[in-house]
């Protein structure tokens, strides 16, 4: 149950907040009594955050540093430049009171804050605490925190790149929120090729910068940005060798923006260590013209030397200063020179898609949220972390009764394999072990294999009624480097019972621990062991090995005589049941097509045989991979047939022509001529008058024609067929410049002898309106 407190100005104390009233005007102790250079308590805002989001929720924990404790405290927020405290409820704890004391000693509080509306400016968070009758005050640094509102522009400008403090290594998985849809964004929105790009990215050093603002971009950036594509950008970022540790891939996304119930969000993980302790990544909104969001060398390390716990930042684009482009399917126009990249504004171009006169701040088109999921080896962080982190340490098998004969000897059992089933419902999962021996042949043996069922990640068998715990958290460093110490863990509750009732797990336990026996000046003092790295082997029998470091050599000079690596067996389940070990997956291949829309595949085999069972994991995958479009031609239909002469005597010209079925794009070949016309000469033209023989002879020859046409009517009309009349000129094709008309003359009636062939209809082709246009 969360109760909410309201935090009340110093100076209107009721007599039922008199220890607030009392921590808050009392006075500090003498400097004297603190250390140099050290402070026991710590006030902390989960991510370290520099700027706040109005009106989002945070974690802020208050710690004390062992072995120090406090009974009581108090949290108010100021806004800076203002002695008024914030009246607001801006404060939710966990089953206490925001300012309370209490007999029990507390090494860690956790609230949640809420930050002020919109126009607050900078916040001060102060923390009072009392330690018997010892006061620390707000006034000290690590009780203070500055927090200022974030800027609308969502855009962190570069910081200096730091060296990082921070031991081990952690692992975190990034999720991508793409939040680009017609419902946000609905000016231009192209519904019909909206997509994410695949995202690239990687985990590297700081002497390596995958992109940043007032930069230019590399050719792979440059081909992610324009093209969508990511395959340069993996080959430069593999290149730069030591100065990567992860290299962070996720598939695109068609469309850009569905449902969550619908389509997961995608993820990655990726792993930092001290030297590698940036991430950045980057993808494509398509179709653009070199348009992007992403995140630019996040250092994931803290000031405290530990790792960073959560990264939520919203997204706006930025442009990539290669392409001139203002809408998101303008044809493409390289800049020239190439400009810096910049994050877009709402005063670009009146024709942007983000364009606001009013010059407002752009609607973030993404979220990302990067989270720490895992860490791994001795860590250093001045401050403990939270409880609820999720940490890879596996808490060690309970111990269960065995009921096997002492005449069998078996090796250890092996660890659970991953359960069969990666959703809710439910599947099993897999242990073995080894008959290494059976001493009485008459007493049988019992199984090597062990089953049990499990269920997908996320999920749970028990009923909502009981009371779920976590993991146990890894444990604490031995509070002692040398000498008899104790060491501690914690876990924390997943899930309260239906009925109300508290969990009655316990959530912390100890142990004793030694780290260094011997503590003389002359010892050799090492660190504590670290993880076990993974089994060598992925089944049966393999090696796996733990490190330590010398932290001081003996004061004598002499060689350190402790062991620094420790190497043991693994047994891994055996080979030949696992009917489904695979290979990794290959690269992805090159995309189906060299221009458009193609797909791409992966591979990977099967390693184990094929006589051990069915495999049903899928050994080859797809996706759509997106090119330039592809240039398209003209397409022009075929020429019609030539025209009549366009003069009765002398000379003159025909003509034929033909129809544009597709007009070329992205860059195909023009269109060829549509009208080609030749000369003609039927006979030469008398320049006088026509005399009575001239006249009688046309006459002729124009009875002659008559008398061809009938005869061929009756030929037609014999062969089996009757014409119809010659049908009307249809219009011309053109106004002017020589077009053509046409007319028909068809079967009217087919008699019983008549053959299919000996029927056929007319056409005949003139030139008209062949004057200039």
């Known amino acids: 149950m969360f109760t909410k407190g309201k935090i009340k100005p110093a100076d209107r104390a009721t007599p039922s907040d008199g220890y607030c009233s009392w921590i808050t005007r009392a006075q500090p102790h003498g400097a004297g009594g603190r250390r140099e250079g050290f ?23 208050l710690y004390a540093t062992n072995p120090a404790y406090f009974r009581g405290f108090t949290l108010i927020a100021l806004k800076e430049g203002n002695a008024a405290i914030f009246e607001l409820d801006t404060f939710v704890l966990k089953n206490m009171d925001l300012c309370t004391l209490t007999p029990r000693r507390r090494t860690r509080i956790q609230v949640f804050w809420i930050a002020p509306p919109s126009g607050s400016g900078c916040v001060l968070l102060k923390a009072s605490i009392v330690q018997r009758k010892i006061i620390s005050f707000q006034d000290e640094g690590s009780l203070t925190k500055r927090m200022c509102e974030k800027g609308e522009s969502f855009i962190t400008p570069n910081k200096p790149l730091l060296d990082c403090c921070a031991c081990g290594t952690a692992k975190y998985r990034v999720t991508f929120y793409g939040n680009w849809s017609e419902k946000l964004h609905p000016k231009d929105y192209p519904r019909r090729a909206n997509h994410w790009s695949a995202l690239i990215g990687a985990s590297h050093s700081k002497n390596y910068i995958l992109w940043e603002y007032g930069g230019y971009v590399s050719e792979g950036v440059k081909q992610v940005a324009e093209l969508g594509s990511p395959v340069k950008m993996e080959e430069e970022i593999r290149q730069k060798g030591d100065e990567v540790l992860t290299v962070i891939k996720m598939k695109a996304q068609w469309p850009a923006w569905q449902p969550l119930n619908v389509r997961a969000a995608p993820s990655a993980e990726f792993s930092v260590d001290r030297t590698r302790h940036l991430m950045s990544f980057l993808t494509m909104l398509g179709p653009s013209p070199d348009w992007n969001v992403g995140l630019s060398s996040e250092d994931l390390c803290t000031k405290e030397c530990g790792w960073v716990q959560k990264v939520v930042q919203d997204l706006i684009p930025w442009d990539a200063g290669t392409d001139n482009g203002v809408t998101y399917e303008s044809p493409n126009k390289p800049t020239t020179p190439q400009e810096k990249i910049r994050p877009l504004t709402s005063l670009d171009h009146p024709q942007s898609p983000f364009y606001d006169p009013e010059g407002g701040a752009i609607t973030p088109v993404a979220r990302v949220v990067v989270e720490r999921i895992a860490r791994k080896g001795e860590q250093c962080n001045i401050v403990p972390d939270n409880v609820d982190d999720i940490v890879a340490d596996i808490a060690q098998e309970e111990k269960e009764e065995d009921d096997t004969p002492e005449t ?50 996320g999920c749970s068998d028990e009923d909502a009624s009981t009371c779920m715990m976590s993991e146990w958290i890894t444990w604490s460093p031995c509070s002692m480097s040398c000498g008899a110490g104790v060491r501690s863990r914690e876990r924390y509750v997943k899930q309260f019972p239906d009925d109300g ?123 759509k991979c997106m090119l330039p479009e592809c240039p398209m031609d003209c397409v022009m239909s075929e020429w019609s047939e030539w025209s009549e002469c366009s003069k009765s005597c002398g000379k003159g010209h025909l003509i034929r022509s033909r129809m544009i079925t597709l007009e070329p794009q992205f860059g195909g070949d ?20 026509l005399n009575s023989d001239e006249r009688k002879r046309r006459k002729e020859d124009r009875k002659k024609r008559r008398n061809k046409q009938g005869r061929e009517e009756s030929a037609d009309e014999l062969a089996g067929c009757k014409m119809k009349p010659w049908s009307a000129w249809i219009d011309c094709t053109k106004l002017c410049g020589g077009g053509i008309q046409e007319r028909l003359m068809t079967a009217k009636k087919r008699y019983k002898n008549a053959q299919v062939t000996s029927c056929k209809d007319r056409k005949e082709i003139r030139a008209c309106n062949v004057h200039p246009c």
């Open 39 to 61: 402070s026991e308590f710590r006030l902390r805002v989960e991510g370290d955050p520099e700027h706040y989001q109005p009106g989002s929720t945070y974690r802020v924990t």
């Open 408 to 457: 069998c000897i078996y090796s250890n059992w092996s660890p659970w394999s991953a359960c069969s089933s990666s959703t809710c419902e439910k599947g099993k999962r897999m242990r073995q072990r080894m008959l290494k021996a059976q001493l009485d042949l008459s007493v049988p043996c019992p199984h090597t294999q062990d089953f049990e069922p499990c269920m997908g990640p």
């Open 501 to 623: 009732f508290a969990c009655t797990h316990s959530t912390e336990e100890t142990e004793p621990c030694t780290v260094n026996d011997d503590c003389s000046p002359s010892s050799c003092l090492v660190t504590e062991w670290g993880e076990w790295d993974a089994c060598s082997a992925t089944c049966g029998l393999g090696m796996k090995r733990r490190e330590r470091m010398v932290k001081m050599p003996p004061s004598d000079g002499s060689i350190c005589g402790a062991e620094v690596v420790e190497v043991e067996r693994c047994m891994m389940p055996e080979c030949h049941t696992i009917p489904c070990l695979l290979s990794p997956w290959s690269d992805w291949s090159d995309c189906s097509v060299t221009c458009g829309k193609g797909t791409r595949i992966r591979q990977r085999m099967l390693k184990s045989p094929v006589e051990l069972g069915e495999c049903k994991e899928e050994l080859e995958q797809m996706e």
């Open 670 to 689: 023009l269109c060829p001529e549509t009208t080609q016309r030749k000369t003609c000469k039927i006979k030469k033209c008398n320049q006088g008058g």
